[in-house]
């Protein structure tokens, strides 16, 4: 089946660093959505993405669609310690109404104050 | 703003119980999900359904079951608790977004732990 790769499986920065994340899969997917869970709670959306090369902000957090279709960047800069947390990407390979989420296993971010 | 949630958050509760974890959204979206993900880890779907009376299994096997009885209500229930079902249960739901497939918006999750 679909799997979307995301390494390293935790990160470790200092605060006020920028950080990035990829998320890469050997299949093509068509829809890149970005999610963020803090510690004890449920996955929040930060950021989707419907176009390949579509570039997209949400205040200190950019993500890119990579050109391939194949792999998508999350890039949080000035990190604050309540960026802490876990990031999944998620991909859907059909748009249709039976489409599938697919969750990359998530990487861990910590941030020293 | 998502609106959907879960209760409890946290419940403890003896080996052999059975227990049902409820999931209510008010966003009135036709897909609702189940994943189970231990601390810090993957997430894990368990199951979906894609409208009332449509309940589907997920990629990893449970001995939980789920029914979808009204469109904004998907219950779990585990018919006899085991220290093995010991997790984090994750409710989510999604609308279809036109050409743009699903985003799915999640509860905040009900810990379970089974002494």
């Known amino acids: 089946g679909q799997q979307l790769n995301q390494s390293p499986q935790s990160m470790f920065i200092q605060e006020g660093e920028d950080v990035s994340m990829n998320c890469t899969s050997s299949s093509i997917f068509n829809t890149w959505l970005w999610y963020k869970q803090d510690p004890g709670e449920g996955p929040v959306l930060l950021i989707a993405l419907y176009k390949a090369g579509e570039l997209t902000s949400n205040g200190r957090l950019t993500a890119q669609f990579g050109i391939t279709r194949k792999d998508s960047f999350l890039n949080i800069s000035a990190s604050i310690p309540s960026d802490v947390g876990i990031y999944f990407c998620a991909g859907q390979l059909q748009t249709g109404a039976n489409s599938k989420l697919t969750f990359g296993k998530g990487i861990t971010l910590s941030v020293r104050p | 703003e998502a609106d959907i949630y879960q209760t409890p958050r946290y419940l403890v509760i003896g080996t052999g119980k059975k227990i049902t974890l409820e999931c209510s959204q008010t966003m009135g979206h036709d897909k609702m999900y189940w994943y189970q993900q231990d601390p810090g880890m993957e997430l894990h779907l368990i199951h979906y359904?894609?409208?009332?009376?449509?309940?589907e299994k997920g990629d990893l096997s449970s001995e939980s079951t789920v029914s979808r009885i009204r469109t904004e209500h998907f219950p779990l229930t585990l018919e006899s608790a085991r220290p093995s079902h010991t997790s984090q249960y994750l409710c989510a739901s999604s609308e279809y977004n036109g050409g743009r497939g699903r985003q799915a918006f999640f509860g905040q999750g009900t810990r379970l732990t089974v002494v």
């Open positions: 359904s894609y409208g009332v009376n449509s309940t």
